[in-house]
């Protein structure tokens, strides 16, 4: 999972640059899905010394990301027929919200394998 988290971190990272530079570099809430892939890189380098400290924050922060973003994720509607007010934000937050959906699932799995056979996930 922890190599998981870095990937998840970089394509966070790497996204919300995009939508920066998509948007015209005009609005800096385009880069909040580089501030999560950062907070996961965090949670990655403590993960290096306490594992499950590290992971279990990673999951966290990943739910508050995720949480964080449904406000324009219910906005796909308006995006779809026109009508949305800032369609770049529905996007990176739809795409944001698909990524660490992905990420809590797999997160989830691997501390369930792990209790199951009492030992450190992958």
Do not use: W
């Not at 499950?52 to 027929?81: E, F, I, S, W, Y």
Request: hydrophobic share 60%; proline share 4%.
């Amino acid at each position: 999972m922890f190599r998981v988290t870095v990937v998840v971190g970089f394509v966070l990272v790497a996204m919300g640059f995009i939508g920066y530079l998509v948007t015209g570099a005009s609005s800096p809430t385009a880069l909040i899905p580089s501030l999560v892939g950062l907070l996961l890189f965090g949670c990655a380098a403590v993960a290096r010394a306490r594992y499950a400290l590290g992971m279990h924050l990673a999951m966290a922060v990943a739910l508050l990301g995720a949480l964080g973003a449904l406000p324009n994720v219910a906005k796909v509607g308006q995006l779809l027929d026109g009508t949305a007010a800032r369609p770049a934000a529905v996007v990176v937050s739809t795409l944001l919200f698909l990524v660490l959906l992905g990420y809590l699932v797999a997160g989830i799995r691997s501390f369930v394998v792990a209790r199951k056979e009492g030992a450190r996930p992958a």
